[in-house]
């Protein structure tokens, strides 16, 4: 039987390769992943307690770590929001948890999608990070649909040190992010 390989293993072993690919002179030029960072809105949710409860168990259990509320930094009156206001939740993951959430993502998540036909290219801006719209965080395993009451979206920005966009398609590829092909 295979062993199946994780993000970071993927990482680890074609961390030369990658560098040959590049033509960068010293292995710590490398571009690799720096942190991932998932946030949600909460406008329409905000005077539910209820609501913002589960989002933010949803958040802690689908992360392994507490949500951050983020309060709006000036009023608009069109929106009906004001100063100080709790707007959304956010969760910046490093380290062990940040791999752990990546291999969740593309092996159990993503593919969990309906009509998924990968990753757009176009999600990856040209400072090198990917940028993935979820619309709903019952795609995630840790989630019973079943026992969700108010569904909500996610925006998962995964932070790399690539300078470029071709540069960081080349490590998403490499790490096994499922891309789609440009025509």
């Known amino acids: 039987m295979s062993k199946i390989t994780t993000i970071r293993e993927r990482y680890n072993n074609s961390i030369e390769t990658l560098q040959k690919e590049l033509g960068l002179s010293n292995v710590m030029l490398v571009p690799r992943i720096e942190k991932v960072v998932i946030n949600t809105g909460i406008g329409k949710f905000y005077k539910n ?14 992360t392994g770590q507490q949500p951050l509320k983020t309060k709006a930094r000036q009023s608009i009156a069109g929106f009906k929001i004001r100063e100080g206001q709790d707007v959304g939740m956010k969760v910046t993951l490093h380290g062990a948890r940040m791999w752990d959430f990546l291999n969740r993502l593309v092996a159990a998540a993503l593919p969990r999608v309906r009509d998924f036909q990968g990753i757009e290219m176009r999600v990856i801006d040209e400072g090198g990070n990917l940028n993935i719209g979820i619309k709903e965080h019952v795609i995630f395993p840790e989630i019973i649909a079943e026992q969700v009451k108010n569904p909500f979206g996610l925006q998962v920005t995964i932070v790399s040190t690539a300078d470029n966009k071709e540069d960081a398609q080349k490590l998403f590829k490499l790490l096994g992010f499922p891309l789609q092909e440009e025509e």
């Open 49 to 62: 307690k209820e609501a913002m409860t589960e989002i933010e168990q949803a958040l802690k259990n689908i």
